[in-house]
């Protein structure tokens, strides 16, 4: 089914050097561009990440140190993606709780100012594991009777995203063909930061989602236990988080 779209949308992917998104970089990053009238543009860079790629990343995504040596930073590459995201919806595979968030570190890193918190973010695993629970591979052969060959590379996980999008909504008459649904129905909880470390509830209150203070009010928390506040930019969260966090303190503030 073709896509109901309002203003054009990236699907993406990201090879990386790990799973953590505060200290791991990008390498890879592909993501292919649909426009409302169905036009499509593809891009894949390869990226230095200014660090050695550990052999267990490698062996995932087959791009080594050497691969990448003389490749651009994303520094050097940020304010050009940042200008291809612009205007754009987001999409890809586990992208809410891994690629988004780390694609944000990776802008503020740069010093790019890139608000992604107006995009709508659409992310095809939540559907597929609300509807089959299975990984990309599974659901590119379940919902498009394809086999992935060469899963783990940006481009090929890049396009059986975008294709296993439409086939669900071919599938599931019940999926709405509109970006604001789908981001909303792909999203588990409604975050404020891209790390899902502060969220809202159901009344647009931010809550801390982990730790001691999980379920509580950030606001409250930060007027309980001042200290809190200064732990949190103190400890290994992402830069966005410690981000957030300080926009509600500083409004709390405010507000006084």
Known sequence: MKLNLKNPIVFFDLETTGTNIITDRIVEICYLKVYPNGNEESKTLRINPGMHIPEAA?????????????????????????????GCDL???????????????????????????????VDVQVIFHKMEQRTLSAAYKFYCDKDLTDAHTAAADTHATYEVLQAQLDRYPELKNDIS?????????????????????????????????????????LRRDPGY??????????????????KIRLRAFTEK
């Open 229 to 246: 506040y200064s732990w949190v930019l103190n400890s290994d969260f992402s830069l966005n988080t410690k981000s957030v966090l300080t």
């Open 91 to 121: 999409a890809g595979f586990n992208s809410n709780r891994f690629d988004i968030p780390l694609l944000a570190e990776e802008f503020l890193r740069a010093d790019v100012d890139i608000d992604l918190g107006r995009r709508k973010f």
């Open 181 to 221: 649904y789908l981001s909303d129905y792909s999203s588990f909880n409604k975050n404020a930061d891209f790390a899902g470390r502060i969220v809202y509830d159901d009344k647009g209150v931010e809550l801390f989602n982990f730790g001691k203070y999980k379920g509580m009010p950030v606001v409250e928390v």
């Open 58 to 86: 490698s062996a995932v995504h087959g791009i080594y140190d050497a691969d990448v040596a003389d490749c651009p930073t994303f520094k050097e590459v940020a304010k050009n993606i940042a200008k291809e995201l612009e």
